[in-house]
């Protein structure tokens, strides 16, 4: 029996020494930053990348399951977590949103028994890190070109870090949202000065159009505008002022007719007070004409014809907006134009001539004149002096006059069918005041130009008068 003891023993020993050789689970050593330090990112930002630690043992193998605590130990910040676990790898991880103060911010990893390791981030201003923060548009915003043609000023932003302060280099994206136009010339960064700039052109057909700008990192700013038919009325302007421009080929033709395809652009003219404008005009070539519409374009106010320019047309004008219509004929589209409105004061009688210089009056208008020895005098001698006015009318409208003298003399009140160079034409009607005061009525025989003169009666009469249309 002491025999089968021995064995027993031996098998003991050998299962003993079979569980002492078992593995044991690795312990941490060392913790060690993988990726995340250093980092710089804007104030307020979350930072790019995590902030990854590895845990491993005294053999560099990771050691999983064990806890890492994070904190911020300088400046700010705010962390997605205080501990995370590591991973089958060893990793543990987390990550950070930047303060909204700038500067250098540390978090520091730690296990328990184990060297920490810190992370430095560093939290910038926009204007540090030459980022945008806002546009604003510049300049370009709410215009009205027309059709065929570009905004004349061109669409430009800025990009800004802060209230002031310009961001160059800054991506800028341009697009057209809708409408009929298309960029050119487009910067697609920002100069020096935070600027950037596109141009439009218009297209074929009118409508509203919106465009965008887009600096990398901001919100996008809105331009928008309306592109107006050739037709309709340009950049207004006032008398005493030099208008220039261009009558082009794509500009607003008239209907065949007896003018033929002519084509014209239109301006509008602000008048604040009564006055006499003279309007002159020079050209480069082409049969040019000038004309007065109201503002509705329905109704021709003045006319001077082609063939006539440079003869300036005069006329009396009320309070008021109204078309200046530029006209060319076929023969020469795309001259240029330069258009004076002065303002004047009582026309004497021109050197030589022996008729006065026509005034264009408006319908329903009242005229105080006078008739003085520097008017312009017949041909009997001696001499009677006259006034003329000018008024537009279609055939068959009707304009009674009227008109009112003071003592001293006897006018008469006379209508003319003007010859197109304004120059005077056949009689309609002589009619002399009675007890101071003449009225008449002229019907228009044809749609064109008529004449109002003011005659003094007798060689050498002078004296004031009105005249009263309506």
């Known amino acids: ?22 593995p044991t689970l690795p312990k ?57 676990r590591t991973n089958a790898q060893g ?96 910067m697609l960064a920002t100069d020096a000065q935070g600027m950037a700039t596109a141009g439009v052109a218009t297209g074929t057909s009118p409508g ?21 038919n050739r037709c309709d009325p340009r950049e207004p302007f006032a008398p005493g002022t030099v208008l220039q421009g261009t009558i082009a080929v794509v500009d607003c033709a008239l209907a065949p007719g007896p003018e033929g395809n002519s084509r014209y652009v239109v301006h509008e003219l602000r008048v604040a007070q009564t006055q006499l404008v003279r309007f002159s005009i020079a050209t480069t070539g ?21 063939q006539n320019i440079p003869k300036p047309m005069h006329v009396r004008l009320e309070p008021g907006t109204y078309n200046v219509r ?3 004929s076929p023969i020469a589209p795309g001259s240029a134009f330069s258009l004076r409105s002065d303002p004047v004061s009582v026309l004497e009688c021109p050197v030589g001539a022996a008729l006065p210089v026509p005034v264009w009056i408006m319908r329903g208008a009242t005229v105080q004149g006078a008739i003085a020895p520097d008017d ?40 003319f069918r003007m010859l197109p160079d304004q120059s005077g034409g056949s009689s309609l009607g002589f009619y002399p005041s009675v007890g101071g005061t003449v009225t008449a009525t002229l019907t228009a025989p044809a749609t064109g130009i008529y004449g109002i003169g003011v005659d003094s009666g007798a060689a050498n009469a002078f004296g004031t008068y009105s005249i009263e249309t309506k």
Not at 208 to 228: K, S, Y
Not at 286 to 306: E, F, H, K, M, Y
Not at 396 to 414: A, D, M
Request: charged share 10%.
């Open 1 to 22: 029996m002491q025999k089968l003891a021995i064995p027993r023993i031996a098998a003991a020993l050998l299962l003993f020494a079979a569980c002492d050789s078992e």
């Open 28 to 84: 941490p050593a060392t913790l060690t930053v993988v990726s995340g330090d250093p980092q710089t990112q804007l104030v307020g930002t979350p930072l790019p990348q995590p902030l990854v630690v590895t845990v491993t043992d005294s053999r560099s193998r990771p050691v999983a399951n064990t806890w890492v605590q994070w904190r911020v130990t300088q400046g700010g910040g705010t962390l997605s977590a205080d501990s995370s």
């Open 91 to 186: 990793n543990a991880s987390i990550s950070v949103v930047l303060p909204e103060q700038a500067g250098v911010n540390l978090v520091t990893a730690s296990v328990a028994g184990l060297a920490a390791v810190n992370f430095s981030l560093t939290a910038q201003t926009h204007c540090q890190a030459n980022v945008a923060r806002t546009v604003r548009v510049v300049a370009g915003d709410a215009q009205s070109p027309l059709t065929h043609d570009s905004m004349r000023v061109k669409l430009q932003v800025q990009a800004l870090c802060d209230a002031t302060t310009p961001v160059p280099g800054a991506t800028v994206a341009w697009d057209v949202l809708s409408g009929p136009a298309t960029l050119y010339g487009s």
């Open 208 to 228: 509203a159009v919106t465009i965008r700008a887009t600096v990398q990192g901001t919100a996008p700013v809105l331009f928008t505008g309306t592109v107006r």
């Open 286 to 306: 082409g049969n040019q004409s000038i004309s007065l519409w109201s503002q509705d374009g329905t109704r021709q106010l003045a006319r001077v014809d082609g």
């Open 326 to 328: 530029l006209q060319t």
């Open 376 to 415: 312009c005098g017949s041909w009997v001698n001696p001499p009677r002096y006259h006034d003329q006015y000018l008024i537009y009318l279609v055939a068959g409208e009707k304009v009674e006059t009227t008109l009112r003298h003071g003592e001293g003399f006897t006018p008469y009140l006379q209508f």
